[in-house]
Nanobody, 123 residues
């Protein structure tokens, strides 16, 4: 089934953009719902967005507020999270996760995770 691998994190100034990618090493994302989560120091892991097997999108609007877009890149076999208008409070380790069944943004519903990529928003 392969291991999920995140990439694209880094340091960006407030108002800037980053694109995170979730790939699978030695497997495929096909047939799985893919979600993005984040965890800031001292805080619980929170769901950001999920892309279903039919490319339906689910967002945590308390976080996203129209700033993030989740999409599948079939050419690269990734699910990407485009993040625009980043704020310092978006600073966190971002994880992707996969599950069968329905799309969700509740961490306990996922049992397959990547190692995470750090996003730091600071001037």
């Amino acid at each position: 089934q392969g291991q999920l691998v995140e990439s694209g994190g880094g340091l960006v100034q407030p108002g800037g953009s980053l694109k995170l990618s979730c790939a699978v090493s030695g497997g495929t994302l096909d047939g799985y719902n893919i979600a993005w989560f984040r965890q800031a120091p001292g805080k619980e892991r929170e769901g950001v967005s999920c892309l279903s097997t039919t490319d339906a999108m689910l967002y945590n609007e308390n976080i996203v507020k129209g700033r993030f877009t989740i999409a599948r890149d079939n050419a690269k076999n990734t699910v990407d999270l485009q993040m625009d208008y980043l704020k310092p409070e978006d600073t966190a380790v971002y994880y992707c996760a996969r599950r069968l069944g329905i799309c969700a943004i509740s961490a306990p519903m996922f049992d397959s995770w990547g190692q995470g990529t750090q996003v730091t928003v600071s001037s």
